[in-house]
């Protein structure tokens, strides 16, 4: 699912971010050093100082060392983060180590970090200037990560300039990534087939459906529970009478009459009641209150009558017919409202028996027509929050082809699907679904890809804190994953969960000051 971000919404959050959280001024740990004393890229600041970041498949290093002369102690900061859940390391130890011709030459471990996610000490490089390759090595308790920090110049008397690493536009700190949900992963090839999208709603499905018909034309009157969708009911339970159709003028009437004499007992007790209270102070005769408590009796007579009647003619020896609940389950469906004249055979009730469910869901996709094979097929329900996958549930695409209506230019498409997915009826869907050979591609997850100002854009890892943005183009999709036909390469770090932070990071206007 892309992400729409307006520019203007997110100008004071970004402003908030330029506070004191944002300068990158700090000292970690205590180690005030300067790399340069200036902006983090300058010619000066490469002659002096070293920045490395390296991934494993499990964590990333994010170090910056003086550059190392020989017999003098370097200092160095190290971050290190693991990468499934974006966790700065707490603990654990770190090994630097200085290898020449496969044999290790000098080596240094730190036992503790100075402060959450960092590593920051002092450490003695090679007693001989000469070109060393610099490994690092992380571990805490099962956790371990090695990098491979390249080849390293040891100065015999004086530091020895290195090639700075290519820095993006943005900077966005290891404190700030820290602090929010936070993920890169590698962009890689994927098996990715074209995906038709379609929206729809939940219904029972066809086997698991009990209906309840109408025996003969008639009229249904309703019991007083009435069964309204989404209500529960019990196998047997009484939903409604139906009365034959000889019988329904009959019925009518006497539903007017029974309507009736209701009114007019209401109208009697209001009556009574109003000359009951004149009464004690003699503004009305005894008699007057004797004919009023008649005329109350009178009416609650005729009331009970006609229910009498009514109850008569709906009892099964007048031939009305009970209409029952035809199983355990949910209402889905009501086919007439009280009152109503039906037809032999129409359907009163509709009750979900069971668990499984069938999907009807409409595309406007015309990118094809065919719907096999079926690469994949996926679910997404609002309150998911991400799509399940309705091939490994077990679940039925029952459409083939695509019939598109000229009217509404869309097409039905329909799924049957097990019990164990979660949907009940009535739940409001989005299906994807794959359809051809999978082809591999370019992809990063769905959630990457971040929409500003109607362009889609990634943001890719440059270094350990600062990104680069990148106007992408998008090709083929699964519930998932979407693949980037332009603008992205292989292997290279993208933001996959995190990237409005980034956004909002950059508009801040400004990079950070990389002083530690």
């Known amino acids: 699912m892309r992400m729409a971000i307006g520019i203007g919404a997110f100008v004071l959050m970004a402003l908030a971010c330029s506070g004191p959280a944002s300068d990158h001024g700090h000292e970690h740990g205590g180690h005030g050093h300067d790399h340069g004393g200036g902006g983090h890229g300058s010619e000066e600041e490469e002659g002096e100082s ?31 983060t ?7 390391a707490t603990s654990g130890t770190l090994t630097l180590r200085f290898e020449q011709d496969g044999f290790a030459v000098e080596s240094h471990t730190d036992d503790e970090v100075a402060r959450p996610g960092i590593f920051a000490s002092t450490a ?6 000469g070109t060393y390759r610099l490994l690092f090595s992380y571990v805490d308790g099962d956790e371990r990560a090695e ?46 087939a074209p995906v038709v999208e379609s929206a729809g709603v939940v219904r029972p499905a066809p086997a698991d459906a009990a209906v309840v018909a109408a025996p ?72 007057r209150v004797s ?48 009152g109503e004249a039906v037809t032999a055979g129409s359907a009163l009730v509709t009750v979900s028996a069971g668990d499984a469910v069938l999907i009807q869901a409409r595309t406007h996709t ?74 591999p591609r370019l992809a990063v997850p769905r959630d990457a890809v971040v929409e500003i100002n109607g362009q889609d854009i990634v943001f890719v890892q440059k270094t350990g804190e600062s990104f680069a943005r990148r106007r992408v183009e998008l090709g083929a999709r699964d519930a998932t994953y979407v693949e980037i036909t332009s603008g992205l390469s292989p292997g290279e770090m993208v933001v996959v969960t995190g990237g409005f932070d980034v956004h909002v990071a950059s508009l801040s206007g400004a990079l950070e000051s990389h002083r530690h």
């Open 291 to 338: 004919e009023a408590r008649a005329a109350l009796a009178r009416a609650e007579a005729q009331v009970e009558a006609s229910e009498r009647r009514l109850s008569a003619l709906t009892s099964s020896g007048a031939g009305a017919m009970p209409i029952r609940a035809p199983a355990d389950g949910v209402v889905v469906s009501v086919g007439a409202g009280h």
């Open 124 to 129: 003695r490089p090679p007693a001989t200037a």
């Open 366 to 439: 015309r990118t094809r027509t065919d719907l096999t094979p079926v690469a994949s097929l996926a679910v997404l329900r609002g309150d998911w929050d991400a799509p399940v996958d309705l091939g490994a549930a077990g679940a039925t695409l029952l459409t083939e082809r695509l019939i598109f209506d000229p009217a509404s230019l869309s097409a039905p498409v329909s799924v049957l699907v097990p019990a164990d997915v979660g949907l009940v009826p009535g739940d409001l869907v989005d299906l994807s679904i794959g359809v051809g050979a999978p082809e």
């Open 50 to 80: 070293i920045a490395v970041t390296r991934w494993t498949a499990t964590h990333e290093l994010f170090v910056e060392l003086d550059a190392p002369v020989a017999g003098s102690a370097f200092a160095y900061h190290a971050h290190v």
């Open 147 to 192: 990098w491979d920090a390249g080849a390293v110049q040891v100065g015999a008397q004086a530091p020895v300039a290195h090639e700075g690493e290519d820095e993006g536009e943005i900077a966005f700190l290891k404190e700030s990534q820290w602090q929010v949900p936070f993920r890169v992963m590698p962009a890689d090839l994927r098996s990715l």
């Open 216 to 287: 003969v034309e008639g009229l249904v009157a309703w019991a007083d529970t009435l069964p309204v969708v989404g209500r529960q009911v019990a196998r047997g339970e009484r939903l409604a009478t139906l009365i034959p159709a000889g019988a329904a003028e009959h019925w009518a009437s006497l539903q007017a009459e029974l309507a009736t004499a209701r009114i007019d007992r209401e109208f009697a007790q209001a009556d009574l009641e109003r000359v009951e209270g004149l009464a004690p102070d003699e503004l009305i005769s005894t008699r």
């Open 82 to 88: 693991r990468l499934a859940d974006n966790h700065a």
